[in-house]
């Protein structure tokens, strides 16, 4: 609808909240990989939810940048707030352990978080085929691959069509998803 539709475009503002008050925090300088995920799930994914939609294009904002949950939920409502927290890391803790609660909580996130997390990782992975990040050896690049299949493994379930392109992507890369039926 066209409510929805200019709902979207306000969360597009640049990544909404941080980035036009400069508080973003450095890995993403534009708002261009959050709204990729958002793209991907519209368009590959055939997600229309706007709430869905909305966390796709905020879920690094709380990462990223100076902006609060709470800022988010006065921004957008407490289903998107809850969607981001949802999708959000702890960046107090390491690193390591961030990427190891990331497979852990997976299979426990609601369906829509998941979704989000699809498109992101469908997203950071078509990024770093394209291009390694600087000061990236390939094994870096490969662990990432490694380390990403463990978390779609408990995302399946959720999206066929983007668990497919995940698949096809990550059996390039020699890593092969183990159904949760296995």
Do not use: M
């Not at 890995?27 to 959050?34: A, E, G, K, N, Q």
């Not at 368009?43 to 939609?53: H, P």
């Amino acid at each position: 609808s066209t409510d929805n539709d200019g709902k979207l475009l306000d969360t597009l503002q640049p990544t909404s909240i941080a980035t036009r008050e400069g508080r973003t925090r450095g890995r993403h300088s534009t708002s261009t990989p959050p709204i990729d995920v958002a793209h991907i799930l519209w368009k590959e994914g055939g997600v229309s939810d706007l709430a869905t939609l909305q966390a796709a294009v905020l879920h690094d904002t709380v990462e990223d940048t100076d902006t609060s949950l709470e800022e988010v939920e006065a921004a957008f409502g407490a289903e998107v707030r809850q969607l981001v927290a949802e999708v959000s890391d702890d960046k107090s803790l390491p690193k390591a352990e961030r990427k190891r609660l990331q497979i852990l909580h997976a299979p426990s996130c609601s369906h829509k978080a998941k979704l989000v997390k699809l498109g992101d990782k469908l997203s950071n992975l078509r990024d770093l085929e394209r291009v390694s990040p600087v000061g990236w050896s390939k094994e870096r690049v490969q662990e990432y691959f490694e380390w990403a299949g463990k978390v779609v493994e408990g995302l399946l379930g959720t999206n066929t069509a983007l668990e497919n392109e995940l698949s096809q992507l990550l059996t390039r890369r020699g890593v092969i998803l183990k159904s949760s039926k296995d």
